[in-house]
């Protein structure tokens, strides 16, 4: 006696197989951290990052500064922060109105910070991109159109040390500066 087939039960293989391939496939997403400033002042730092996970390895990751670490913040990066690939997205950086304290992002050698967008909250204390001594090299890695926007009352300020270089081959980019707060650009863009 022939065994009998069931039509439906071969109907459900390829969902499994789909099931299993999404289940199985690695994860590829951004990663949105908060500094907290627990080990240093090194922006590439595992543990100065809720959850010990730095952002920048990923185009999109978002760095959040929101007041977790509280006063003035005077942070570097020694080695290249953000993606370094020409994929478009770049870190995000992301100032919330509960960092009161003032903001400083800059290089301690002439590395560079793959950056996408940056978006400062109202009530968020001063932002400076560098600190105008020696080189902070900031490479845009959006597709065409990088935003700023401070919607402080503080100026967000880009120091002359800092160089703007295009990621992705992308030229001209384009840099929006916008929002309801003044920005004060101290080198060519």
Same mark, same amino acid.
Do not use: C, E
């Given at each position: 006696?022939? &065994?009998?087939?069931? /039509? ?5 293989? /390829? ?9 199985? =496939? !690695?994860?590829?997403? =951004?990663?949105?951290?908060?500094? +907290?400033?627990a080990t240093n002042t090194e922006?590439?730092?595992? @543990?100065?990052?809720?959850?010990? #996970?730095? !952002? ?13 670490? =509280?006063?003035?913040? *005077? ?7 953000? !993606?370094?690939? =020409?994929? @478009? @997205?770049?870190?995000?950086? *992301? ?32 932002? *400076? ?20 926007? +401070?919607?402080? *009352? ?7 040390? #800092? #160089? ?7 030229? &001209?980019?384009?840099? #929006?500066?916008?929002?309801? @707060? ?8």
């Open positions: 006696m022939k &065994p009998k087939r069931h /039509p439906h039960s071969l109907l459900h293989l /390829p969902s499994l197989v789909f099931t299993a391939a999404v289940f199985i =496939a !690695p994860s590829a997403h =951004a990663v949105s951290a908060t500094w +907290n400033g922006l590439t730092t595992g @543990g100065n990052w809720v959850g010990s #996970v730095t !952002p920048g390895a990923t185009n999109g990751d978002i760095a959040t500064f929101d007041g977790t670490q =509280a006063g003035n913040l *005077s942070l570097t990066w020694g080695g290249t922060w953000g !993606p370094t690939s =020409a994929a @478009g @997205g770049g870190l995000n950086l *992301s100032v919330l109105g509960t960092q009161t304290g003032s903001l400083t992002l800059d290089a301690t050698t002439a590395s560079a910070v793959g950056l996408g967008n940056i978006t400062i909250a109202s009530s968020a204390g001063a932002f *400076s991109l560098g600190d105008g001594i020696g080189t902070s090299n900031a490479t845009l890695r959006t597709a065409s159109t990088s935003t700023f926007t +401070n919607n402080s *009352s503080n100026t967000a300020t880009i120091a002359s040390d #800092v #160089v703007f270089t295009s990621g992705n081959a992308v030229n &001209p980019r384009t840099t #929006v500066y916008t929002g309801t @707060g003044n920005w004060l650009v101290n080198n060519a863009v």
